[in-house]
């Protein structure tokens, strides 16, 4: 569908037929956000105007996956008629996606014309009682990328992996590997030459108090709700320890905040500063991805026969001591490899990454938990702060690297590259349709519903006119045909592709009972459905069959043209013969 589609779509259902009077301040607004507009790329452009037609018609995932794949997307910018896609989910009552707009960073501020717009023409009272009670000066804590590095300080958190100190009048347990990338200071003395390589506790570049090493500390982990604006002695001590550790950042967003001049104002600028630390994050995430996680990859080659197994492979055979010390004295940090067998290179892939990030995985998660893992790997040595274990990094050993198959499949390095990217920034830029079914059940054996989600929209997305042509070109695009995607939809659980192929095969019932071969390969895959169901009685339905007559109702929505026989019942006719065929009553 094209963005001049969707937009012309959504014109009509949301202005007003007769001309609105708009007051100079807003025509100002307006036409600050067209030179916004213009210098946003094209991309940007095109994702704002999809995720404006999603939030109008609901459609969480999309809107969810779009604001997650474009990182230089600004979802408050207006469009041509002063709608943000907030307003538009408000306005249209989709209370789900007003939650996620919130939490990505939508700002509602009831001092604002686009604020009272947006709380006072919502649909619903729980919706407007959301916007209401919305403080817009909290950071998006439970957006997944910025909530799980904020996790990595929670003590309550068994998978931190701290491996190093610092040290003030409290201390504060930390990981190489976060601050380095965070922080070109950091990084410097935490190098393998630096003056801090060999040191697990360092003290505070200069006698600087508790609080502002706790700025510092949130700051880098992306959490902000710390920062002393309102404490003027604070905030000149802070301004020279951001000096000290050079977080130019920092101190310029602070400086911008405190330059507004009534709260109003602040507090805009404040929710801006808490958007661009977490955006730069993200960026700084994907730059240690790119040059040097990714680049830092071992790559041993294999030889096998034709007949080997590759569940009962073994991948840590073919890495070496030497190869582990490669990675200890690298500038990654990594604390564990993840090995991945790519039969297209013949290769075995290790990649060094930090358990810390990959436990976003549930899998890996449930893994690091586990009392088998613990056994395989010696226990690293370590110092004591109460309950918490500090890593002594520069005392491990290649046996302190544990070796683990990032998939049970051979899913190769391709598909591995993206799962990477999206457990370390939260999202991945394009996800190949050739690779979509592979990531797919990638996604699905390390349980990670979001890199599933965008999978499925990356599929739906793609085919949603439903039409006849897209229907065929399923093969062509991702290598399996719309009844194989059905298939991969039942074993990975993926509910939104089930419903949009069912959907498909509703609209294009016709033209499959037409061709022999796509009759055939219908009736084959209502068999399998119907043999989901275990002990299946005579009265049961089945459910590919009930999702195809829903979608042919819907389909043609009760047109008052028709005659005789209307195309529901004439679909529905269809149906009901492929059972009878088949020998099956539903």
Same mark, same amino acid.
């Given at each position: 569908?094209? =963005?001049?589609? !969707? !937009?012309d779509d959504y014109q009509g259902d949301i202005m007003h037929d007769e001309p609105v009077q708009i007051p100079m301040y807003v025509e100002s607004s307006r036409n600050a956000?067209?030179?916004?507009?213009?210098?946003?790329?094209?991309?940007?452009?095109?994702?704002?105007?999809?995720?404006?037609?999603?939030?109008?018609?609901?459609?969480?995932?999309?809107? &969810?996956?779009?604001?997650?794949?474009?990182?230089?997307?600004?979802?408050?910018?207006?469009?041509?008629?002063?709608?943000?896609?907030? !307003?538009?989910?408000?306005?249209?009552?989709?209370?789900?996606?007003?939650?996620? $707009?919130?939490?990505?960073?939508?700002?509602?501020?009831?001092?604002?014309?686009?604020?009272?717009?947006?709380?006072?023409?919502?649909?619903?009272?729980? !919706?407007?009682?959301?916007?209401?009670? /919305?403080?817009?000066?909290?950071?998006?804590?439970?957006?997944?990328?910025?909530?799980?590095?904020?996790?990595?300080?929670?003590?309550?958190? *068994?998978?931190?992996?701290?491996?190093?100190?610092?040290?003030?009048?409290?201390?504060?347990? $930390?990981?190489?590997?976060?601050?380095?990338?965070?922080?070109?200071?950091f990084r410097k003395h935490l190098a393998k030459d630096g003056k801090w390589a060999t040191i697990t506790k360092i003290a505070a570049l200069k006698s600087f108090s508790s609080?502002?090493?706790?700025?510092?500390?949130?700051?880098?982990?992306?959490?902000?709700?710390?920062?002393?604006?309102?404490? =003027?002695?604070?905030?000149?001590?802070?301004?020279?320890?951001?000096?000290?550790?050079?977080?130019? &950042?920092?101190?310029?967003?602070?400086?911008?905040?405190?330059?507004?001049?009534?709260?109003?104002?602040?507090?805009?600028?404040?929710?801006?500063? *808490?958007?661009?630390?977490?955006?730069?994050?993200?960026?700084?995430?994907?730059?240690?991805?790119?040059?040097?996680?990714?680049?830092?990859?071992?790559?041993?080659?294999?030889?096998?026969?034709?007949?080997?197994?590759?569940?009962?492979?073994?991948?840590?055979?073919?890495?070496?001591?030497?190869?582990?010390?490669?990675?200890?004295?690298?500038?990654? /940090?990594?604390?564990?490899?993840?090995?991945?067998?790519?039969?297209?290179?013949?290769?075995?892939?290790?990649?060094?990454?930090?358990?810390?990030?990959?436990?976003?995985?549930?899998?890996?998660?449930?893994?690091?938990?586990?009392?088998?893992?613990?056994?395989?790997?010696?226990?690293?040595?370590?110092?004591?702060?109460?309950?918490?274990?500090?890593?002594?990094?520069?005392?491990?050993?290649?046996e302190h690297i544990p070796v683990v198959r990032m998939f049970m499949s051979t899913l190769g390095q391709e598909v591995a590259d993206i799962v990477i990217s999206h457990l370390?920034?939260?999202?991945?830029?394009?996800?190949?349709?050739?690779?979509?079914?592979?990531?797919?059940?990638?996604?699905?054996?390390?349980?990670?519903?979001?890199?599933?989600?965008?999978?499925?929209?990356?599929?739906?997305?793609? /085919?949603?006119?439903?039409?006849?042509? #897209?229907?065929?070109?399923?093969?062509?695009?991702?290598?399996?045909?719309?009844?194989?995607?059905?298939?991969?939809?039942?074993?990975?659980?993926?509910?939104?592709?089930?419903?949009?192929?069912?959907?498909?095969?509703?609209?294009?019932?016709?033209?499959?009972? =037409?061709?022999?071969?796509?009759? *055939?390969?219908?009736? #084959?895959?209502?068999?399998?459905?119907?043999?989901?169901?275990?002990?299946?009685?005579?009265? +049961?339905?089945?459910?590919?069959?009930?999702?195809?007559?829903?979608?042919?109702?819907?389909?043609?929505?009760?047109?008052?043209?028709?005659?005789?026989?209307?195309?529901? #019942?004439? +679909?529905?006719?269809?149906?009901?013969?492929?059972?009878?065929?088949?020998?099956?009553?539903?």
């Amino acid at each position: 569908m094209s =963005s001049d589609v !969707i !937009i012309d779509d959504y014109q009509g259902d949301i202005m007003h037929d007769e001309p609105v009077q708009i007051p100079m301040y807003v025509e100002s607004s307006r036409n600050a956000s067209a030179g916004a507009r213009e210098h946003h790329s094209a991309l940007a452009q095109s994702a704002y105007k999809d995720l404006c037609f999603s939030c109008r018609i609901g459609d969480y995932d999309t809107a &969810e996956s779009i604001i997650t794949s474009t990182p230089d997307l600004d979802i408050n910018m207006v469009d041509e008629w002063n709608y943000t896609p907030l !307003i538009l989910a408000s306005l249209c009552g989709h209370k789900n996606v007003v939650q996620m $707009l919130l939490s990505r960073g939508a700002v509602c501020d009831r001092d604002t014309l686009q604020g009272a717009r947006c709380i006072y023409g919502a649909l619903n009272d729980e !919706i407007r009682d959301i916007l209401i009670s /919305f403080d817009i000066s909290k950071k998006d804590a439970v957006q997944p990328f910025a909530s799980h590095l904020i996790s990595l300080l929670n003590p309550l958190n *068994e998978l931190r992996f701290n491996d190093i100190v610092l040290s003030s009048d409290t201390e504060y347990y $930390l990981n190489r590997f976060v601050l380095a990338l965070r922080n070109g200071l950091f990084r410097k003395h935490l190098a393998k030459d630096g003056k801090w390589a060999t040191i697990t506790k360092i003290a505070a570049l200069k006698s600087f108090s508790s609080p502002i090493i706790k700025c510092i500390v949130d700051y880098i982990y992306v959490k902000t709700d710390t920062l002393p604006l309102n404490n =003027s002695q604070i905030q000149k001590e802070l301004f020279e320890a951001c000096d000290e550790f050079q977080l130019d &950042e920092l101190k310029s967003s602070m400086e911008t905040v405190l330059s507004e001049p009534d709260r109003r104002l602040q507090a805009k600028a404040r929710h801006q500063m *808490e958007y661009n630390i977490v955006k730069t994050a993200q960026e700084d995430l994907e730059r240690f991805v790119d040059e040097v996680l990714l680049k830092s990859k071992l790559e041993v080659p294999f030889d096998v026969k034709s007949d080997t197994d590759f569940d009962e492979f073994e991948p840590s055979r073919f890495i070496t001591d030497d190869m582990k010390r490669q990675v200890l004295d690298s500038e990654s /940090f990594a604390d564990i490899l993840l090995a991945v067998i790519d039969t297209d290179s013949m290769r075995v892939i290790f990649y060094p990454v930090h358990k810390a990030i990959v436990a976003r995985s549930e899998y890996f998660e449930t893994m690091f938990k586990s009392d088998l893992f613990a056994s395989t790997v010696p226990d690293p040595p370590t110092i004591a702060r109460g309950d918490t274990q500090i890593i002594k990094r520069h005392e491990l050993l290649p046996e302190h690297i544990p070796v683990v198959r990032m998939f049970m499949s051979t899913l190769g390095q391709e598909v591995a590259d993206i799962v990477i990217s999206h457990l370390y920034r939260d999202y991945v830029h394009s996800i190949p349709p050739e690779l979509t079914v592979d990531v797919l059940y990638a996604a699905d054996e390390l349980y990670l519903d979001r890199l599933k989600r965008m999978c499925a929209v990356n599929m739906t997305s793609r /085919f949603a006119q439903f039409s006849w042509e #897209e229907y065929v070109s399923c093969e062509s695009i991702y290598g399996v045909d719309i009844y194989d995607f059905m298939r991969i939809a039942w074993a990975t659980r993926c509910d939104r592709i089930e419903h949009h192929i069912s959907q498909m095969l509703a609209h294009n019932l016709g033209s499959i009972v =037409s061709d022999e071969g796509e009759k *055939e390969k219908l009736i #084959e895959l209502i068999k399998e459905s119907a043999h989901r169901i275990k002990e299946r009685e005579d009265v +049961d339905t089945i459910e590919l069959v009930d999702d195809i007559r829903y979608y042919i109702t819907k389909k043609y929505g009760g047109n008052p043209d028709w005659q005789v026989m209307d195309p529901v #019942e004439r +679909d529905n006719e269809i149906i009901d013969s492929l059972l009878t065929y088949i020998g099956l009553d539903a």
